[in-house]
């Protein structure tokens, strides 16, 4: 097998440590920080083995204090270093929401270009059993800090490749990783694999709905369009791959094929980042839809604690089935 063609197989949260790990292996002002991702490794395991092959000079264990964690890396950023900072959860946003919204997102404007801020942000989210304080997918609230970029991979070899090249990037990115999908296995192609920020992918052709999906929802779509061929519904699945850069040519040019949309999200439907993209596609588009736009997404309460209770808020294939169903 050529090296062109070649792959691993790689949990998502493993394509994330690699990719840590080839980009501090080709560019030593790559550092890694935050709250046990040193010693611990990472509650999810993504920074294992780290600080062994790279000192604690450049994998950094930091106190309890998210505005600390962003705020220093913001600066580290503006003097010539790329860090990449991780929150434990996308939850705590929050705290760190002066230096993410107004500093990271905002300083290479305000400056007039004098500097860039080559930071990566990486924040846990979605549905894992932790509580509403922990449990939210946050990345739409980001989508008025013009600036930062928002990127959300959906399966192992996105995650590798969207990392890395979100590490090369001279703006800050907001790196979303839906927490239960760190288990997820998936091929991942072996060499310098890179995924260009700004660039969706089609996960599944087809001719009659396009679902646009993503995060965990990709997955999810996928098993219903599966299931929806064998009803004669072909669908397509468009994974953005974050919310910017969006990929509007894509997106467009796949809702002008099938005239029907679904979109597809973890995060609450009110305020969530499927009106934004409704939106566009009605602007952009609207002589290509043959039926409304239907939106697919959690309720519009506090995610609960119990997994037993998430499992009637949170959407899942089924209630993307049921969208597409409902489409005319």
């Given at each position: ?132 304080e922990h449990d ?144 566009i596609i009605a ?31 949170i959407p899942t ?12």
């Amino acid at each position: 097998m050529s090296q062109a063609t070649a792959t691993r197989t790689l949990t998502f949260s493993q394509a994330i440590r690699e990719a840590l790990r080839e980009e501090m292996e080709r560019d030593d002002r790559v550092f890694v920080w935050g709250e046990d991702v040193a010693v611990y490794g990472g509650i999810y395991g993504a920074t294992a083995g780290l600080l062994e092959q790279f000192g604690p000079g450049r994998v950094i264990d930091t106190p309890i204090s998210e505005t600390m964690i962003v705020g220093a890396a913001v600066g580290a950023a503006i003097t010539g270093l790329r860090p990449v900072a991780e929150l434990q959860s996308s939850g705590y946003f929050g705290i760190a929401m002066d230096e993410i919204y107004h500093k990271a997102a905002r300083w290479r404007y305000m400056h007039g270009g004098v500097f860039t801020v080559p930071l990566v942000i990486r924040l846990p989210e979605g549905a894992k059993g932790a509580g509403p304080e922990h449990d939210v997918s946050p990345e739409a609230l980001f989508l008025s800090a013009s600036g930062a970029y928002v990127v959300i991979p959906s399966d192992p070899a996105d995650a590798l490749g969207l990392m890395k090249s979100s590490i090369r990037d001279d703006n800050p990115v907001l790196f979303f990783e839906h927490a239960g999908l760190y288990a997820h296995r998936g091929e991942v192609p072996a060499g310098d694999h890179l995924v260009p920020l700004g660039e969706a992918a089609v996960k599944r052709e087809g001719s009659d709905v396009t679902v646009i999906a993503w995060s965990r929802m990709v997955g999810e779509s996928l098993r219903a369009a599966a299931q929806l061929e064998a009803e004669g519904i072909d669908v397509e699945v468009v994974d953005p791959r974050g919310l910017r850069p969006l990929d509007l040519d894509t997106i467009l040019e796949s809702v002008a094929k099938t005239g029907r949309v679904v979109i597809a999200h973890e995060a609450p439907k009110t305020g969530g980042a499927g009106g934004e993209v409704a939106a566009i596609i009605a602007e952009e588009a609207l002589e290509y839809l043959e039926s409304p736009i239907i939106r697919v997404a959690s309720a519009d309460v506090p995610i609960p604690q119990s997994r037993y209770l998430q499992q009637f808020l949170i959407p899942t294939a089924a209630s993307v089935t049921e969208a597409v169903r409902r489409l005319d």
